[in-house]
C-alpha cells in the first residue's frame, strides 16, 4: 500500500480506512496539517511524533489531542510545554495516569519545579483524580496517588479490582481488611504473594478464598502457617485442587505415597501439574524412578507420550551400518530410558515422529522423552556416548546450545543423535570414525 499513497489526499484516504495505516504514509507527508488532522481524528495507533517538526510538538492543542489517544504522546511534547504548567495541567487532568510515569519510565521528563507546583499538587490532592488514576488500570497506579489517599479503603479497593498486583503498595493498616484481601486474591496475580502479608486468623475463618488463591497460585502456599503445613490432610485438601502444591510443601512429605497420589490424581483430572520443572520432579532420583513404574507410566501419560508407547517395543539392539543406523539409533534411546525407568516407548513411532517433525520449531527433543528431567536427559547423553566409546565428551568449538549437539547441549534434538552416529559410520575425519559399530 505505500506505493499508492503518493499524496495528501491519498494519505487521508488510507487513514480513514483504517487508522494503523499512517505508518504507511511517506514521512514527509505524515506531519502535513490534512494528513496529521486525520489521524488525530482516527485516532491512528501507529501515530509517532519522533520525527515530528519542533513546530508541532510545541502546538499544545495538537499534543493535548495526541496524549488523548496515548500517554507517550505527552512525553514527546517540546521541552517548553512540559514546562509549561498550564499544558502540563490540562493533560493530567485529562490523562491521570500521567501522573504515574512522572517517576519511572519517563523520570526527568518533567521538571521537578513543575511536578511540585501548588497547581500540580492541588489536583494530586483531590481523591476524585486518585480515584479516576486507579481505575485507569495501566498500571501499578497505587504507587502514584497522593500519599494520603493510601488509608482510603475505596481507594485501595478499586485500585485492586482493577489491578490485583497494587497489592504492593496497600499499607499494613488495610491488608488485614478482609475485602481488601478478597479484591487482592480475586484479582491478583501469581507473581504477588498475597497470602504473605494475610493475618493468621485469615486461614481460618477464610477458607474458601484460600482455596480460591491456592488454586490459581500455588507458590502461595509457601506463606500458609507452619501449623498448618503439618497437617497432612490439609495438605491433601489443597493438593486435590492444584497438583502443583507439592512444590512449595516440607521436603519431609515428598516421598509419602498419600501425597504423591493426590498428586498425580489431581493433574490426571485437569488441575494444574506438580511440574516437571520445578524441584519436587526435578529431585526425584533414576533409582526413584526404577522403583516406581506405576507412577512413571502416569507422568509420560500426562506429559502426552501416550502416541510414543506401546507393550511391547522392539529393543533389540543390533549392530549399526549404513542402512539401520538411524532406527538402531532410537532402539538405542529407548533402551537407555528403559534402563533408567522409562518403560514402553516404541522406537519405531519415535523416529516416524523426529523424521516427520525435523527442520521445523516443533522438532522432537530428547528432553520429552526424558519427562524434562535434567539429570535422566544427561544420563541418556553420557550413556549414549559410552556406547560409542566416549568417557567424556568434550565440545573444542564449545556449544551454543542449539539443539545439534547431542551430547552437549542441555535439550538436543533427536535426530541430531542420528546424524552423531552417520558421521561415526562414515566421516574418516570425524573424532570417533567407528566404521564397525
Not at 487532568?93 to 519510565?105: E, M, S, Y
Not at 503439618?230 to 502444591?245: E, M, P, S, T
Not at 533414576?286 to 509420560?300: G, K, T
Request: contains cysteine; proline residues 5%; hydrophobic residues 40%.
Amino acid at each position: 500500500m505505500t506505493d499508492d499513497i503518493k499524496s495528501i489526499a491519498d494519505a487521508i484516504v488510507a487513514i480513514e480506512d483504517d487508522g494503523w495505516n499512517w505508518k504507511l504514509v511517506p514521512q514527509d507527508l505524515q506531519f502535513k496539517p490534512e494528513v496529521l488532522e486525520a489521524a488525530l481524528v482516527h485516532e491512528a495507533n501507529t501515530l509517532d511524533f519522533l520525527d515530528a517538526p519542533e513546530e508541532i510538538l510545541k502546538d499544545d492543542q495538537i499534543m493535548l489531542r495526541a496524549t488523548n489517544i496515548s500517554l507517550k504522546h505527552f512525553f514527546a511534547s517540546s521541552e517548553m510545554l512540559l514546562t509549561d504548567i498550564e499544558f502540563v495541567a490540562k493533560a493530567i487532568l485529562d490523562k491521570p495516569r500521567i501522573v504515574a510515569d512522572f517517576g519511572w519510565r519517563h523520570q526527568g521528563k518533567v521538571p521537578e519545579e513543575i511536578k511540585a507546583h501548588p497547581q500540580i499538587i492541588n489536583i494530586l490532592k483531590d481523591k476524585n483524580f486518585s480515584l479516576r488514576l486507579v481505575e485507569d488500570g495501566t498500571g501499578n497506579d497505587l504507587n502514584a496517588i497522593w500519599p494520603d489517599h493510601l488509608s482510603d479503603k475505596n481507594i485501595v479497593l478499586r485500585a485492586l479490582q482493577t489491578r490485583g498486583d497494587n497489592w504492593h503498595f496497600v499499607p499494613d493498616a488495610l491488608k488485614s481488611d478482609e475485602d481488601i484481601i478478597r479484591a487482592a486474591i480475586e484479582e491478583g496475580p501469581r507473581s504477588v504473594f498475597i497470602l504473605k502479608d494475610c493475618p493468621p486468623n485469615f486461614f481460618e475463618t477464610q477458607s474458601a478464598l484460600i482455596e480460591k488463591r491456592i488454586k490459581d497460585a500455588p507458590g502461595d502456599f509457601v506463606h500458609i502457617p507452619d501449623s498448618l503445613k503439618k497437617d497432612k490432610n490439609y495438605l491433601l485438601k489443597f493438593l486435590a485442587i492444584n497438583g502443583g502444591v507439592i512444590n512449595y510443601l516440607d521436603k519431609s512429605f515428598w516421598d509419602d505415597p498419600e501425597i504423591i497420589e493426590a498428586t498425580l490424581s489431581s493433574t490426571e483430572r485437569g488441575n494444574e501439574s506438580y511440574s516437571v520443572f520445578l524441584e519436587w520432579f526435578q529431585s526425584r532420583s533414576i533409582e526413584w524412578f526404577q522403583a516406581h513404574p506405576d507412577y512413571l507410566r502416569r507422568m509420560m501419560l500426562i506429559e502426552g507420550l501416550e502416541d510414543f508407547m506401546s507393550d511391547k517395543p522392539d529393543l533389540d539392539l543390533q549392530t549399526f551400518n549404513a542402512e539401520n543406523y538411524q532406527y538402531q539409533t532410537f532402539v538405542l534411546i529407548c533402551k537407555l530410558l528403559d534402563a533408567f525407568g522409562i518403560y514402553g516407548l516404541d522406537p519405531a513411532k519415535i523416529m516416524s515422529e523426529a523424521q516427520e517433525s525435523e527442520g521445523s520449531w516443533l522438532d522432537e527433543k530428547l528432553g520429552r522423552l526424558c519427562l524434562y528431567h535434567d539429570v535422566l536427559t544427561q544420563s541418556v547423553q553420557k550413556s549414549f556416548g559410552v556406547h560409542f566409546n566416549i568417557l567424556a565428551s568434550i565440545d573444542l568449538e564449545g556449544s551454543d546450545n542449539s539443539g545439534n549437539d547431542f551430547l552437549n547441549d542441555s535439550n538436543p534434538f533427536l535426530m541430531a543423535a542420528t546424524n552423531f552416529v552417520y558421521e561415526c559410520l562414515t566421516d574418516p575425519e570425524h573424532e570417533v570414525y567407528q566404521p564397525d559399530l
